[in-house]
């Protein structure tokens, strides 16, 4: 079947606009019904599920199949002129039709005893089946409309009874018939008239056009449910809803049970040429009232509009290229509907096309030829598996990637990947080599399986990271970083690098470490770690850590301290794997290195076992920590030690090292001599505390004005200060004499005072002691009835006068029996025992 053209208003006028999404899709019915439309023209169509009837121009009836094939022996001519209207009742069983040879024509489909046909004598433009007129044991009734509606209804015998329904209101014109309702028009207006209650529910008058007769127009009724009635007329629009009346209205006045309540109305551009319901909107066939320059028809149009009180909105609206539409006017168009199937049939007399909503495959392939495939796809993740038979995720993606391809929309085709592709390995597979061929792999890189699990062919991966060896070094660094060795062949890998970097100017740094990665891998550690200490690079510790590579190392620790010595001196003495001697013997090449190391192996290893060679390094690297490392430690031999500072003229470190050895007049002479240090001579004798340091102390002084001052200013608190004034020359001249006797008196009565302080402070302290011991002893001691000998564990206290006997109680609270202890003791038995006593 070939698709009738058809293309959106809303685009026709710019096609730079962006065009909107269809809402219908339209199928030229052929076959049987080509050949058919060949040979005469159709006048009007009724369509019901199981098949279509269509009328023709010369009064034949022809019953087809959705498809537009003949149903076999089905073609029936019961007229002689164009068949007018046909009317199918809601099982399928029988047809109505009527025209203006007068006939009257209806038809079991399935038996001949109910067909019977009916001369009135007149033109007869409408007729309606009740849709019940199947059912058995029903009237079998059906409507005329000629210049007036009648009523045909059988009657117990059999014969056919009219009955008038309305009259004197014109010509009928159109007929509409649903459950208990029938609707139909006239010259005035639209009636609804209730068959239970055989009443009519009101008249809704039409208004005049200015320059047009409605008499011209057809009006297309259309029941959209047992309660929804739709008028389409000149180009006027109304939706009526059939209301039952309140019970207050229904008990104050004699009206009809139901009422007719036009709930919307609004005017359109076109004329109207059918009507049907899509939902809560409205499909309208339409004829346009202007003419082209050859004052010709333009094509009919279809509209789905949503409509509001006195408005509508215009949803989409598609232009048709019937066949001969340049001939046709607004009546010689037909639209029918399967409200079950919401498929719209639209006539005109040489041609059917069918109309239907689009479903999810249809918009998808809309999409998919507009290049809207973000669209599809979103459809396609929403629905899954609900409905969609043609197309794929995959699919679908798939044409998405080469369209972005194709445009050069390498970074959106790689994010496509992901979410179309996922963890489908197959899927990847097929699809990979097409940024393979336009050197975009890097575009994909980010987005493709990584886990091994669910991994690629190594040969994909392979073909990346030589993209990136390439193109772009840093990238080609940062996958061999992230990437899981077992993705790829790591030797190729290896053997394209090394071949790069023999032709490649720039960037080597980049492609060594990236070489010393994939050695790591490959567990060739030697030539990872060469590589890593050529580049000076840090990463190197971290290798050594994770794959304990401390054997390897031995021969590369000055290079490492190099690289830097505190990550290597924490590395060693984390791990412990490597001997301290071992380390020694290898830094004794860079002693500086060498120091390093001891220094913060002395930390935690305080046991002396370098402290010989760390004295001769904090000599010569570090002269801060020196004389601390002196003072401190034990273990290192003091001469060595003291021909060192000797060597290096390091004064305070010979001046407590030779205090160490018990030269400490040759220390003094240092601390006055090279030091020149007072203060540092006067604690110098105060912690040997030598009377003959003191002499020669002063000895040194008391040819230099400026050192008696000090001295008279500072010894006196430690020595007696005439030891000093009886050495000094009578004529010697000391500036600021007076105020250093003036200090030195002052110090001298302080010594003096603090001492008597003391004593007073010892003499109340003893008087108080003493007093304290007097008023113990002189305390009462309680006896009561609870305390026992101590030696015979009898009550102290007896209440029988006969046994009682003297007691002895010491301060230590212990009693006894006079009798129980020895005599002439004077001691506690408890206290001081026998055998104490007499030791």
Sequence with gaps: MSEPSVNESSTTSDTEEEEIEPKLKYVRLSNDLQSILLKSAATCICVHPKFICLGSHWGIIHLLDHQGNNIEGKELKPHTVGVNQISIDSNGEFIATCSDDGKIFIHSLFSKENNFTLNVGRLVKTIALDPSYNKYGSSKRFI?????????????????????????????????????????????????????????????????????????????????????????????????????????????????????????????????????????????????????????????????????????????????????YKEYSVNDYHLDVLLEENRFFIVAPKDVVVASPYDLDDRIQWFIQHKKFEDALDILMKNEGRGIRRYTIQSVGVHYLDYL?????????????????????????????????????????????????????????????????????????NLVKEWDPQLYNVCAVINAVLEHLLVCDNDKNVYLEALAILYSYEERYDKSLSMYLKLKHKDVFALIQKHNLYSVIQDMLVDLMDLDYKKTVTLLMEKNTISPEKIVEKLRKNEFHLYRYLHEYDKKNPKGEYHKELVRLYAIYDREKLLPFLKKSDYYPIQEALDICQKEKYYPEMVYLLGIIGDTKEALELIINELKDMQHAITFCQEHDDQELWNDLINHSVNKPEYINFLLQSIGTYVDPTMLIK???????????????????????????????????????????????????????????????????????????????????????????????????????????LKKRDS
Aim: glycine share 6%.
């Design 727 to 833: 050495k000094i020359k009578d004529d010697t001249v000391i500036p600021g004499l007076k105020n250093s006797l003036v200090k030195m008196l002052y110090q001298y009565n302080l010594q003096v005072s603090v001492q008597e302080g003391c004593k007073k402070i010892l003499m109340s302290d003893y008087f108080n002691l003493q007093q304290k011991l007097v008023r113990v002893q002189q305390k009462g001691i309680p006896v009561i009835d609870d305390i026992v000998c101590g030696a015979c564990h009898r009550k102290i206290t007896d209440k029988d006068p006969a046994r009682m006997s003297n007691i002895l109680l010491f301060n230590c609270k212990h009693a006894f029996h006079e009798q129980c202890l020895p005599e002439d003791s004077g001691t506690c038995g408890i206290c001081y025992p």
């Design 144 to 324: 005329l409309g000629d210049d007036k509606l009648t009523l045909y209804e059988r009657t117990f015998l059999g014969s056919l009874r009219p009955v008038v329904l309305c009259e004197s209101e014109g010509f009928v014109r159109s007929l509409c018939w649903n459950g208990n309702f029938v609707a139909w028009s006239s010259n005035i207006g639209v009636r609804v008239y209730d068959m239970t209650s055989r009443c009519s529910l009101g008249l809704i008058k039409w208004e005049e056009h200015k320059g047009l007769s409605i008499e011209k127009f057809r009006c297309n009724l259309r029941w959209a449910d047992s309660r929804t009635l739709l008028i389409g007329w000149v180009d006027t629009v109304r939706v009526c809803i059939i209301r039952k009346r309140s019970s207050i209205e229904l008990a104050n006045k004699n009206l009809p049970e139901y009422l007719v309540d036009p709930v919307s109305t609004f005017q359109t551009e076109f004329y109207i040429s059918g009507i049907a319901p899509l939902d809560l909107q409205l499909v309208l066939l339409g004829c346009s009232k202007e003419l082209d320059d050859d004052r010709k028809s333009l094509r009919p149009q279809l509209y789905i509009v949503e409509y509001r009180d006195n408005d509508y909105t215009e949803i989409c609206t598609d232009s048709l290229s019937l066949r001969g």
């Design 405 to 477: 391809l194709c445009n050069r929309l390498y970074d959106r085709a790689g994010k496509l990947c992901l979410k179309i592709f996922q963890n489908k390995t197959n899927l990847w597979e097929d699809q990979i080599y097409k940024f393979s061929a336009v050197n975009q792999l890097r575009s994909v890189s980010p987005y493709i399986p990584r886990s091994v699990n669910s991994k690629l062919n190594p040969h994909i991966y392979e073909l990346i990271l030589y993209e990136y060896l390439k193109l772009d070094c840093q990238g080609f660094l």
